[in-house]
């Protein structure tokens, strides 16, 4: 990188912040009063349970620091982190945090959290989420001010550190964070943190060419962390104003948006590598424009509804098989055509699956698609939306019990929650019956001593598994509130 683009970079770090860090008392949860009274056949009560024990006997304790985070991994029968070695089952490498916590993938229960209390009256839910946000900003921000977490660090809580493995890159997907948590306690960590992070994530600011990765370099551009850079720089440029931000996240969601074929208009999973994923667009791309679709909101700037709506429609002309009566997992960006991987991995098979179990993250994010359709048709009322919401619902409606055999909670959250949309969005019951039905049986299924396990039988409540993304959409079904929590749908 030459001298006037590492400038840029540093006078777009370091111009003057805007933030003020909130008053402590302000980081408290303010309890609706009165809350109201959960139904007979309510979830709360099950929610609250798992919360409870979460919050009290799930903290960091096995180190000479005790903190107030929360374990990512306990054992359902013993209420404490497993006394064996144990390596998630759901992930790759040690992105579970096996031995601490993870706040990264700790986010939809920390959003839960406050949204039990708001419905229960109790703010002891919330005021334990806020104190693992404390612990977790007292140890685990760099010199820097990079947070320390994500798909390569995370908390080890015997050790007291922050541990980071593979590389120890700063990563984060495939969601973006709840930003509204961090700012409201301390506004100017949060704004140096994003700040910082778009700096090192961008290997060419001037065209938006962006790494997953914090080195710098050119390397994999993967759509989706694309798409939490441009919605975390929408998010700040909604509480700041400054135009820099909006202006650089729209030349980052370009950057993507201009890798699609010429006669497809099918965007690209990752442009930079000459890998597999440099050939194909996957339903990863519904991530992407989620966050664009997000972006748009907080910014008013139509552009990314824009680039957002043209992906995903080109993915549903091209990707349905009439034959199969599902999507395809991937799709060759300059032709259309169905292409299929020659074994499992952490790439689509070939048709984009609902509960599929290969390792995670992954580039199929089908649930995605499914809520994308929504948005946009919601936005749009085009024919095409329509017709995706009522295709991925009938693929939930037709999947076999099989198939949810090793379900993860995530999985049921995100089916519900998109079914109970779809359900609003078409004015059909039928959806939001069959999310009753699906949150029933996760309901059934996954509790154990009081805990939700992170998918039936496995003995274990897991961060990475998604328990949080499933208290979100239950919590839906009660209020009839999106379950995201963080802004917009997940």
């Not at 140890?139 to 390569?152: I, P, T």
């Not at 135009?243 to 948006?257: F, G, K, N, P």
């Not at 519900?416 to 078409?426: G, Y």
């Not at 039936?456 to 897991?462: A, D, F, I, N, V």
């Amino acid at each position: 990188m030459n001298g006037i683009r590492c400038l840029a970079l540093v006078i777009f770090v370091l111009m003057p912040t805007v933030a003020r860090a909130h008053d402590a008392s302000e980081a408290q949860a303010a309890p609706v009063s009165p809350p109201p009274q959960p139904a007979e056949n309510s979830y709360l009560p099950r929610i609250e349970t798992h919360l409870r024990r979460l919050t009290t006997s799930g903290l960091d304790v096995y180190g000479p620091k005790r903190t107030a985070m929360w374990m990512a991994v306990i054992d359902t029968r013993t209420g404490r982190h497993p006394e064996f070695e144990h390596t998630p089952r759901r992930v790759y490498r040690k992105i579970g945090a096996p031995r601490g916590c993870s706040l990264y993938w700790d986010q939809p229960m920390i959003v839960a959290a406050h949204r039990l209390s708001r419905l229960t009256g109790k703010p002891e839910y919330a005021a334990a989420a806020d104190r693992y946000l404390r612990d977790f900003l007292a140890a685990c921000v760099d010199r820097g001010g990079m947070f320390q977490w994500g798909n390569h660090c995370y908390y080890d809580a015997f050790e007291d550190k922050a541990a980071p493995f593979s590389g120890g890159h700063h990563e984060l997907r495939p969601h973006a964070p709840a930003w509204e948590l961090f700012w409201r306690h301390d506004a100017a960590v949060c704004e140096r943190y994003l700040r910082v992070m778009a700096a090192r994530h961008l290997y060419d600011p001037e065209t938006g060419a962006f790494n997953r990765h914090d080195d710098g370099k050119r390397g994999h551009a993967f759509i989706e962390s694309g798409g939490v850079l441009v919605e975390s720089l929408a998010w700040l440029y909604a509480k700041t104003r400054d135009r820099d931000l909006l202006d650089l996240a729209l030349r980052i969601a370009r950057y993507s948006y201009g890798h699609r074929g010429e006669t497809t208009g099918l965007v690209v999973n990752e442009p930079d590598f000459g890998r597999w994923d440099s050939k194909v667009s996957t339903t990863e791309v519904a991530v992407w424009a989620n966050s664009l679709l997000r972006a748009a909101a907080s910014t008013g700037e139509e552009e990314f509804s824009r680039m957002a709506r043209d992906a995903v429609a080109a993915y549903l002309r091209f990707g349905y098989d009439e034959r199969a009566e599902k999507y395809f997992g991937q799709l060759s960006v300059a032709d259309g055509r169905a292409v299929a991987a020659s074994r499992t991995g952490y790439w689509p098979r070939k048709h984009a699956e609902i509960w599929n179990p290969d390792q995670w993250p992954t580039h199929d994010y089908p649930l995605a698609m499914a809520d994308a359709c929504v948005t946009l048709h919601r936005r749009t009322g085009d024919e095409v939306f329509r017709e995706g919401i009522r295709r991925w619902a009938d693929i939930i409606r037709r999947s076999p019990p099989a198939e949810r055999a090793s379900a993860y909670a995530e999985q049921y959250g995100r089916c519900i929650a998109f079914l109970a949309r779809a359900s609003r969005a078409l004015d059909d019951p039928r959806y939001l019956t069959l999310a009753r039905q699906l949150a029933d049986e996760a309901v059934a299924r996954l509790p154990e001593n009081g805990w939700f396990q992170g998918s039936p039988g496995s003995h274990l409540y897991e961060a990475v598994d998604g328990v949080g993304y499933l208290f979100l959409a239950l919590i839906e079904l009660e209020t009839g509130d999106s379950a995201a929590g963080w802004g917009g749908e997940f």
